[in-house]
Structure formats: C-alpha cells, structure tokens
C-alpha cells in the first residue's frame, strides 16, 4: 500500500497571503495524484488532477506540482472561502489512498 | 451538471447490514466507473471500494474486503454497497463518486451517514 503523507497538519495563513501544502507519498505515484478541498460539512471538490492539471471550474490561484514523491499544492493568494481542507490522493496503484489532510485556518 | 444522491444510511447495531444506495443523474451511468469513499466523524476520507463501468471489475480496500460488496445496476444508474458484519469502526459519512479521466473523481454525492452503535 501507498502511504501518503501530508504536511502540515495545520497551516495558519492571513487572507491574501500564500500556502503551500506538502505531501509525499512512500513510492513513486508519478504524475497520478489529484488534490480535493473540503469545507466543512461538504463533500469533497476535485481541484487537481495529474498532479498539475487544474479540474474544471478551478481558479488560477490554485496549483499543483511534482512528480514521483514530492508534490505541492500551491494557493496564492488566500479568500475566505479557500480555508478548508485539502487532501491529496494517490491512484497509481491499489488500494487508492489518501493523505490525512491538510487545515488552512484564518491567522 | 453531474447529479449523484446516497440513501440508505442510519443506525445499526454491530454485527448488522444496511445497504446504500447511489442515484446517478446528467451523464452517462453506464460508461462511468464509479467509488465509495467514507469519512469517520472528525477524520480524513478512505477509499472504500470501486467498480468499473460494466461491473465486471471491483476492488475493495482490506478494511471492509469479505463485508462490503459494490455493485451496480446500468438499467437504473444506480450504484449500491451493500454493508454486513458492520462494526463501530465503520461509523462514517459515506460518499459515491465518479471517476475521471484516471482513478481520481471530479463529482461526488452529499454523502449518507452510517452509525454503527449499540
């Protein structure tokens, strides 16, 4: 199984400020990871796919990175609506799996 | 735009079933391969399990492998999970989705709870 690692598990961050979400996964995944925000007591929303391609709808101030392990998730400049959760997800291989999830917070 | 609605959840005691259910609207059902994912109350999201587009393929994570079974029914886009042997561990929100261009998944339900509790 594929062990995804997010990073960190709490992000405090001031509107229009910039975050950056880690994850790692154990083996190499290559391009096949997807980034998911939630709000809570909402379902999850894909933002990205192939680790860089933005999902439909998704606005220029997300973005994603990576290859391999290493991947981030980039958000520019915060808006209200931007603190959430975010998780990130493997499926090159099965079981798919997920990290256990990023909190931005208002600073 | 993609509609997908659960039904199904509520309470049951340890050891019982319950079966869940997934209506499909605005796309093609019959050609899309589609996933449960569940959220414990507080947690993060885990893949539950997952069915190719004609059912003829399904995969299910270890934790719920010989309990839980996916299945589908084309005729009626409708995509089901049915849960025995359930435990308090499988307390959660559970979501269907829709699988994208790869196994990543750009629609989900609002999701049905299931509570597993004596």
């Known amino acids: 199984e594929i062990v995804m690692t997010q990073s960190p598990a709490t992000l405090s961050v001031s509107p229009g400020e910039r975050a950056t979400l880690s994850c790692r996964a154990s083996?190499?995944?290559?391009?096949?990871l997807a980034w998911y925000q939630q709000i809570p007591g909402q379902a999850p929303r894909l933002l990205i796919y192939?680790?860089?391609t933005r999902a439909t709808g998704v606005p220029a101030t997300f973005s994603g990175s990576g290859s391999g392990t290493e991947f981030t998730l980039t958000i520019s400049s915060l808006q209200s609506e931007d603190f959430a959760g975010y998780y990130c997800?493997?499926?090159?291989?099965?079981?798919?799996?997920f990290g256990g999830g990023t909190k931005v917070e208002i600073k | 735009e993609v509609q997908l609605l659960e039904s199904g959840g509520g309470l049951v005691q340890p050891g019982g079933s319950l079966r869940l259910s997934c209506a499909a609207s605005?796309?093609?059902?019959?050609?899309?391969?589609m996933t449960w994912v569940r959220q414990a109350p507080g947690k993060g999201l885990e893949w539950v399990a997952s069915?190719?587009?004609?059912?003829?393929?399904?995969y299910y994570a270890d934790s719920v492998k010989g309990r839980f079974t996916i299945s589908r029914n084309n005729s009626k886009n409708t995509l089901n999970l049915q849960m025995h042997s359930l435990r308090v561990e499988d307390t959660a929100v559970y979501y269907c989705?829709?699988?994208?261009?790869?196994?990543?998944?750009?629609?989900w339900g609002q999701g049905t709870l299931v509570t597993v509790s004596s």
């Open positions: 989705a829709k699988r994208g261009s790869g196994w990543f998944h750009g629609s």
């Open positions: 605005e796309f093609t059902f019959s050609t899309s391969a």
């Open positions: 069915i190719s587009a004609t059912g003829g393929s399904t």
């Open positions: 083996q190499s995944v290559s391009s096949n």
């Open positions: 192939g680790a860089s």
């Open positions: 997800q493997q499926y090159t291989n099965w079981p798919l799996t």
